[in-house]
């Protein structure tokens, strides 16, 4: 991959562009992650939040997460499609994999809170398992 990166929704009202490598790359098992997605786990990459540049309208839904601490998942009101997670505690931004321009170079180093997959959710087994959260990278 190289930087700055970008992606949008479906509709393309929305469209960003990050500056920053990602901080890290992973699949997130847990329940909010299935519920927000609508499938098994979510593809994700954690970039620092001001290297991010967003124009549209994203709509952010509150929710507490497993650890207890709120984060925001944005979405296009319009067409639905998921973007982003704002956690409260930390100045970082996750990025759904998905709506790259190019999601070909997403490359997950880990899967976790693997404790929540669904028997029918497969691992790629030579990626380390964290059934929670991971140790801070
Ligand atoms: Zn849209
Ligand atoms: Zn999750």
Redo the contacts with the bound molecule.
């Keep these: 991959m190289k930087t700055p990166f970008t992606g949008g929704c479906m509709c393309g009202a929305i469209r960003y562009e990050c500056s920053a490598e990602p901080i890290f790359m992973g699949n997130?098992?847990?329940r909010?992650?299935q519920r927000a997605t609508g499938t098994a786990?979510?593809a994700a990459i954690l970039v620092p939040r001001d290297a991010v540049s967003i124009t549209g309208d994203v709509k952010y839904y509150d929710v507490t997460?497993g650890s207890g601490q709120i984060i925001s998942r944005g979405f296009c009101s319009n067409c639905g499609s998921r973007l982003f997670g704002k956690p409260e505690v930390a100045d970082f931004l996750g990025i759904m994999a998905g709506s790259l321009d190019d999601p070909s170079w997403f490359s997950p180093t880990f899967d976790f809170?693997v404790a929540s997959a669904q028997p029918w959710d497969y691992m790629n087994p030579d990626l380390p398992k964290f059934a929670k959260s991971p140790s801070p990278p």
Excluded: R, S
């Design positions: 997130c098992h847990c909010d992650c786990f979510a997460g809170h």
